[in-house]
T-cell receptor
Framework: DTGVSQDPRHKITKRGQNVTFRCDPISEHNRLYWYRQTLGQGPEFLTYFQNEAQLEKSRLLSDRFSAERPKGSFSTLEIQRTEQGDSAMYLC?????????????FGPGTRLTVL | DAKTTQPNSMESNEEEPVHLPCNHSTISGTDYIHWYRQLPSQGPEYVIHGLTSNVNNRMASLAIAEDRKSSTLILHRATLRDAAVYYCILRGGGADGLTFGKGTHLIIQP
């Protein structure tokens, strides 16, 4: 257990529905990252926050995706009008500092299945 | 982040050392070399990182070539619990998201 928690662990939804995932980082960590991982591939970066500010968004993050980190604590990732191609593991990570030497601590992930 | 090249898979026997190679010929002077691993059905887990000198921690050792164009992750005595996908990642500049490749799938035989 890294101290990063994600909820829910599994989500099954029908195409067209909206889903929201939550990530609780390690409490003193300022940086929070979201990644997506499909079967057989490594995780792909989606977006990250420095405290409550969203600093970068990958081109993978379409307009149907939105992420927030109110008050710089937990974060939510919402997917609107889900598509079957959104089926993946969604991973959250946090780190204390904003240096290239810093370590990211990952949560267990939320597995999304879109029927 | 610069690109890394790793073998798709490697196999080793339990209780033997394992050397996992990574090539990163386009590494820049400020890039750190990070290794993460991902056990089945879990999120990635930090293993070790270094810049220029070899590094040791309780999990593994990292040997970095003198020209920094390659590195090797060394597991000194593999156990079945070390079976995982190992990712070699370069990280520099603004400390943004990690760029994972496909990694090396390490298989440990009992």
């Amino acid at each position: 257990d890294t101290g990063v928690s994600q909820d829910p662990r599994h989500k099954i939804t029908k195409r067209g529905q909206n889903v929201t995932f939550r990530c609780d980082p390690i409490s003193e960590h300022n940086r929070l990252y979201w990644y997506r991982q499909t079967l057989g591939q490594g995780p792909e970066f989606l977006t990250y926050f420095q405290n409550e500010a969203q600093l970068e968004k990958s081109r993978l993050l379409s307009d149907r995706f939105s992420a927030e980190r109110p008050k710089g604590s937990f974060s939510t990732l919402e997917i609107q009008r889900t598509e079957q191609g959104d089926s993946a593991m969604y991973l959250c990570a946090s780190s204390r500092l904003a240096r290239s030497s810093d370590t990211q601590y990952f949560g267990p992930g939320t597995r999304l299945t879109v029927l | 982040d610069a690109k890394t090249t790793q073998p798709n898979s490697m196999e080793s026997n339990e209780e033997e050392p394992v050397h996992l190679p990574c090539n990163h010929s386009t590494i820049s002077g400020t890039d750190y070399i990070h290794w993460y691993r991902q056990l089945p059905s879990q999120g990635p887990e930090y293993v070790i990182h270094g810049l220029t000198s070899n590094v040791n921690n309780r999990m593994a050792s990292l040997a970095i070539a003198e020209d920094r164009k390659s590195s090797t992750l060394i597991l000194h005595r593999a156990t079945l619990r070390d079976a995982a996908v190992y990712y070699c990642i370069l990280r520099g500049g603004g400390a943004d998201g990690l760029t994972f490749g496909k990694g090396t799938h390490l298989i440990i035989q009992p």
